[in-house]
């Protein structure tokens, strides 16, 4: 069904009811000890659908769970251009995810487990275009009110067949399907390109931080010592709940303290005592913090923005005892390195929740270089990667919000490109 609407403010929009040009796609419910590696028939697996590619799936390179085709039963095998909706989600945000198919296996692919699979007639919903359904507000916005269940948010074929929609014309879809499209090979491109530099950059640490490289000009034995021969280590404080402010020195608990970052979502603030017992835990620009508790070994550096701010318990400042012979900045890249992870991934006790120490900690054997101009030319090598990568988190960040807007734009008609 297709009827003109009344009150669309884009008289050349139309509102249709999905399920009116719909045919709901038989799918194949079998758990994952289920599969046949090296089968015919490519699997598509709900779980899927929630990690995997954004929007898009393209069934024939993307490495999935197979069955045999004996086990194919009536399952329809999924054709290009139909679109793969999750069932099920632990918070709203998965609720309405899909993925539309690109490009199938030569032995066909069928929808699994706590999936919906959908055709739409193409005079309605354009190849490319339906992979952002779920982005169009009042199509979340239908399925968010109809999800039912308490720990388990589900979606039903009835819930998508009753939604209906302003859609443009399917020529003005391809035109917003391609402008979408584009910016998100952006981002993955950006994605890619991040991913790759990373493991560059591990791959100097594990060469430089070792000594197995040596930087041009410099030679000589690196000595082996105990971390705790060259740092000094401070405890955070145990502020409680009576000691938070509306404002005054922003809190660093484990949660803030992420791999290379102090993220300072949810802020807390406390107000430090003027007693001199407390400056001890008031922290200062490039303070090295690691955590003690949870996800251990978590290693960030505070900035200037950071602060005035606090320490809390279950975290430690790192700091050298003599700055003439340990650069702060080299100590910084070798407690980021995966030996040092590692090494207080394995000092960590418990079972719920792991914890370590500082004297734990403290125990790690860490390679130092010779000269004190050495660990600084190292540590700026190591650096200006850092700021590459970091430009180009930024860049893609600022790529997605840029999407994001775009979406809100045409997805709705308050822009349009045709």
Partial sequence: MKSRSKESKHKDWELVRLGDNATFLKKLSLSRDQMTPGGE???????????????????????????????????VLLAVGDLVFVDASEDAAGIG?????????PGGVVAGLHTIAVRFDKSLLA????????????????MIRLAAGTKVLASTKAHIASAELLLPSPDEQKVIAKALCDTDSL???????????????????QQLLTSKTRLPGFSGEWALLLLSELVRFQNGYSFSSKDYRQKGHQLIRISNVQNGKIVLADPIFVDVPQDTRFQQYILSESDILISLTGNVGR???????????????????????????????FLYHALRSDVFLNFVIGSGEGAAQQNTSNAAIGKFPMRLPPSLREQQAIAEVLSDMDAEIDALVARRDKTALIKTGMMQELLTGRTRLI
Avoid: W
């Avoid at 699997?43 to 769970?65: Q, S």
């Avoid at 993925?99 to 199938?104: G, K, M, P, R, S």
């Avoid at 190849?127 to 239908?142: C, M, N, T, V």
């Fill in 187 to 205: 981002i993955d491109s950006l994605d890619a390109l991040i991913a790759k530099k990373r493991d560059i950059k591990q791959g100097a640490m």
């Fill in 41 to 75: 028939v490519s699997y598509l697996h709900y779980g899927d659908i929630h990690v995997g590619p954004r929007y898009r799936l393209n069934a024939k390179t993307e490495p999935m769970p197979t069955i045999k085709s004996t086990d194919q039963g009536s399952a």
């Fill in 299 to 329: 290693v960030a550096k505070m900035q200037l923005d950071h602060l005035p701010a606090a320490l809390n318990q279950r975290v430690s400042k790192i700091a050298p005892k003599n700055l003439l012979n340990l650069s702060n900045d």
């Fill in 127 to 142: 190849d490319g275009f339906k992979a952002y359904l779920q982005e169009i507000p009042a199509f979340r916005s239908h």
């Fill in 97 to 105: 995810k899909s993925v539309e198919l690109t490009d199938v296996p």
